[in-house]
């Protein structure tokens, strides 16, 4: 018991004391404006490199991003449709199909999908 606890205690003390000497030994005393500032080949920078992200761009993606999990969740499917009870693989892969088309709704009724207003 008492190996546990200087174990657990020597995981716990050990990279908190690497990471207290780590955030001390690296933080920046000089702060330069041409550091800081965009690099253009050496030429004043002809507009702001914080250009503003679109928000539509960033929830289609994010859409996307969550239909392609959904679809690697269908494919097994139809492999287990081999091995199991037929009506059990039918309820389930309607219940399952059904809520993505309630979320696909959702997001269509939400507006998510418009890309010009």
């Known amino acids: 018991m008492m190996i546990l606890m200087m174990s657990i205690s020597i995981?716990?003390?050990?990279?908190?004391?690497v990471m207290m000497i780590a955030t001390t030994l690296?933080?920046?005393s000089i702060n330069d404006r041409e550091k800081s500032s965009p690099f253009e080949c050496?030429?004043?920078?002809?507009?702001?490199?914080?250009?503003?992200?679109?928000?539509?761009?960033?929830?289609?993606?994010?859409?996307?991003?969550?239909?392609?999990?959904?679809?690697?969740m269908i494919l097994p499917?139809?492999?287990?449709f081999k091995t199991s009870n037929i009506s059990m693989w039918m309820m389930a892969t309607t219940i399952f199909i059904m809520i993505l088309l309630m979320?696909?709704?959702?997001?269509?009724?939400?507006?998510?999908?418009?890309?010009?207003?």
């Open 77 to 80: 499917i139809v492999i287990i």
């Open 26 to 28: 690296s933080k920046k």
């Open 42 to 72: 050496g030429f004043d920078p002809k507009s702001s490199a914080r250009m503003p992200f679109s928000l539509q761009f960033f929830l289609i993606a994010v859409i996307f991003l969550i239909f392609d999990v959904e679809i690697v």
């Open 103 to 117: 979320g696909l709704y959702y997001e269509w009724n939400q507006g998510a999908l418009k890309w010009a207003n």
């Open 11 to 17: 995981s716990f003390i050990l990279p908190m004391m």
